[in-house]
């Protein structure tokens, strides 16, 4: 199975920092890595899917990158509705491996 | 586009339970769809996919059997009968909807999820 491997695990920002989570495969998937956001009690939202196709709604300060097996979510000017958990996932392979999460904490 | 899940509950190690996720707002049989589950306090773990025929499925490969889901695509909705229940299995339950027809078409996503149901595992 394709495991993916993000750090941090957690992140503590202030409003109007910026912000990198990475993630990485265990071998190449090409573009095919979504991000998501999580709040608590709710569903996973989709943020980006094909590595960098910002979803339709999301802000514009919200940026992915990479390819083959590193792949990086960035946030430019992380803002107090930001604070969440974000998970990666792989659609390359039909086992979907979701990323650990990397929770982003108010410093 | 609305998924609304439901079944969840408390179960007795062991047992059985059946969720299911009705759909709306959208052609349901022009898309795969999925489970994925989260554990109290973890992140999301995929469970299973369906194809929009039911011509492709897959599982993770920790559930080990246990696990079948199905859909039924004149009542707009798909099913996860869990068996042989683990206390490991107790987690929100949500369904999803993937962007294409099939599962394990490279480059899916999940832009549409159900509020999630809650399974408990526990004697």
């Known amino acids: 199975d394709i495991q993916m491997t993000q750090s941090p695990s957690s992140l503590s920002a202030s409003v109007g920092d910026r912000v990198t989570i990475t993630c990485r495969a265990s071998q190449s998937i090409r573009t095919s890595l979504n991000w998501y956001q999580q709040k608590p009690g709710t569903a996973p939202k989709l943020l980006i899917s094909?590595?960098?196709t910002l979803q339709n709604g999301v802000p514009s300060r919200f940026s992915g990158s990479g390819s083959g097996t590193d792949f990086t979510l960035t946030i430019t000017t992380v803002q107090p509705e930001d604070f969440a958990t974000y998970f990666c996932q792989q659609s390359y392979s039909s086992q979907y491996t979701f990323g650990q999460g990397t929770k982003l904490e108010i410093k | 586009v609305q998924l609304v899940d439901s079944g969840g509950g408390l179960v007795q190690p062991g047992r059985s339970l059946r969720l299911s996720c009705a759909a709306s707002g959208f052609t349901f049989d022009d898309f795969a769809m999925h489970w994925v589950r989260q554990a109290p306090g973890k992140g999301l773990e995929w469970v299973a996919g369906i194809s929009w025929n039911s011509g492709s499925i897959a599982y993770a490969h920790s559930l080990k059997g246990r696990f079948t889901i199905s859909r039924d695509n004149a009542k707009n909705s798909v099913v996860l009968q869990m068996n042989s229940l683990r206390s490991e299995d107790t987690a929100v339950y949500f369904c999803?909807?993937?962007?294409?027809?099939?599962?394990?078409?490279?480059?899916?996503?999940?832009?549409?999820w159900g509020q999630g149901t809650v399974v408990t595992v526990s004697s």
């Open positions: 094909f590595a960098s």
């Open positions: 999803a909807r993937d962007s294409h027809s099939s599962v394990g078409a490279i480059g899916g996503y999940f832009a549409h």
